[in-house]
Structures are given as C-alpha cells and as structure tokens.
C-alpha cells in the first residue's frame, strides 16, 4: 500500500509539473477576455473534460499506436525526454511556451472564441493542457508499469492534475492579482528544475535500453 501510494505521488508531481496548471492562466485570461464569467466556466469544463478523453485515449491506446507506425519504445523515451528537457528549459527561463501559444495567434483565437466558440479545444485542451509532452509521457510511464494498478496511477494523476488546472483557470483573475507575473514566473522556474530532472532521467533510460 505505501508502495502505491509513493508511486501515486510521484507520478501525481511528475505529470502536474508537465501539464502546468499554473502556466495556463495567463493563455486561458487572454482567451476569455472581455467575455462573462458563465462562459469562462463552460470554457474551463469543456477543456477539463476533453483533456480527460484525450488523456484516457492515450492511456489506453498510446501503446498500440506506437506499434501501428513501429516506432520503438525506447527511441520514443529518447525523444519524449528530450521534449521535456527543452520544455523544462523555457520554463527555467519563464520564456514563453511555444509548445502552447503564439502571441500573434490570440487575435484570432479571440476572434474564433465568439464566432464558433470551440476554443476549449484548440488551444486550450490541445496543446495548452494536453500537449506532446503529457501525450508522450503518458505512453512512456505506463509502459514502466507492469500492474494495472500501477498504470491506473498516470491517468488519474493526470486527470487530477487537469482538475486543478480547470479550478485555476475559472479563478484566474484572482491568481493573477495574488501572484503577479513574477510569482507565476517564480513557480515556473521551480516546476523547470524538476522538470529538467525528470527528463534527464527518462533520457538516460532510453539510451541504455537503446544500447543494449
């Protein structure tokens, strides 16, 4: 029991550090400005739940897919790891995430949000909350796990991770007044670092299992 229970809280803080709560609320702010605070929260469960089905899709079928274009696990741990390596990097650095949102594009998501209001799916659940990284990782830490036990760990991380996300994001303007910029740049810097780690981890496993 305390085995699983040690297991659930790393993978708990592995994928709440890929999938970064914190980091969407200045994207999800600048998407939904100007609108009513009814429609923020419809915005904010849509994501949550479709960033669940798309977590669960993964979950079950990620391994499947990897066979289907014969890609080897352990280059896809290669290269998942070195995505989070340059994902922890902008992070360390509080740069902006080019994994999630391009400046020039928040005119017309703005403009796509009151025409067709289908921006709780693109760019909010793909790729702001369940972008590459948390796609990839899902499918590289449940291939670690051998009980299925274990695995139901990395999605129930992630979907918990999702909701707190989706909590954040319906209090957003509140975050933003009680951290500032600097505080959620400060946290992102500190997320990084064990982002950094993780993947230097998951990179180095890869190229044993390669080299061997």
């Given at each position: 029991?305390?085995?699983?229970?040690?297991?659930?809280?790393?993978?708990?803080?592995?994928?709440?550090?890929?999938?970064?709560?914190?980091?969407?609320?200045?994207?999800?702010?600048?998407?939904?400005?100007?609108?009513?605070?009814?429609?923020?929260?419809?915005?904010?469960l849509r994501?949550?739940?479709?960033?669940?089905?798309?977590?669960?899709?993964?979950?079950?079928?990620?391994?499947?897919?990897?066979?289907?274009?014969?890609?080897?696990?352990?280059?896809?741990?290669?290269?998942?790891?070195?995505?989070?390596?340059?994902?922890?990097?902008?992070?360390?650095?509080?740069?902006?995430?080019?994994?999630?949102?391009?400046?020039?594009?928040?005119?017309?998501?703005?403009?796509?949000?009151?025409?067709?209001?289908?921006?709780?799916?693109?760019?909010?659940?793909?790729?702001?909350?369940?972008?590459?990284?948390?796609?990839?990782?899902?499918?590289?830490?449940?291939?670690?796990?051998?009980?299925?036990?274990?695995?139901?760990?990395?999605?129930?991380?992630?979907?918990?991770?999702?909701?707190?996300?989706?909590?954040?994001?319906?209090?957003?303007?509140?975050v933003i007044?009680?951290?500032?910029?600097?505080?959620?740049?400060?946290?992102?810097?500190?997320?990084?670092?064990?982002?950094?780690?993780?993947?230097?981890?998951?990179?180095?496993?890869?190229?044993?299992?390669l080299w061997?």
């Amino acid at each position: 029991m305390f085995e699983w229970f040690s297991k659930f809280i790393n993978y708990f803080v592995t994928m709440f550090v890929i999938i970064d709560p914190i980091g969407v609320i200045p994207i999800f702010i600048s998407i939904t400005a100007g609108v009513s605070r009814k429609f923020k929260k419809t915005l904010a469960l849509r994501a949550f739940y479709f960033s669940s089905f798309v977590v669960i899709l993964f979950f079950i079928f990620g391994n499947n897919l990897l066979n289907l274009l014969s890609i080897d696990l352990s280059a896809f741990k290669v290269a998942g790891g070195i995505v989070l390596f340059i994902l922890s990097m902008e992070m360390l650095f509080a740069s902006e995430k080019s994994t999630k949102i391009r400046k020039e594009e928040e005119a017309e998501i703005r403009e796509q949000m009151l025409e067709e209001q289908g921006v709780w799916i693109v760019p909010l659940a793909i790729p702001a909350l369940t972008g590459p990284v948390t796609m990839s990782s899902i499918i590289i830490f449940t291939s670690q796990e051998k009980e299925l036990i274990e695995k139901l760990i990395i999605p129930i991380s992630c979907i918990i991770s999702l909701w707190i996300a989706y909590l954040l994001m319906i209090y957003a303007d509140k975050v933003i007044n009680k951290l500032g910029n600097a505080g959620i740049n400060a946290l992102s810097r500190i997320m990084g670092i064990i982002l950094l780690s993780i993947s230097i981890k998951i990179i180095i496993q890869g190229v044993k299992e390669l080299w061997k």
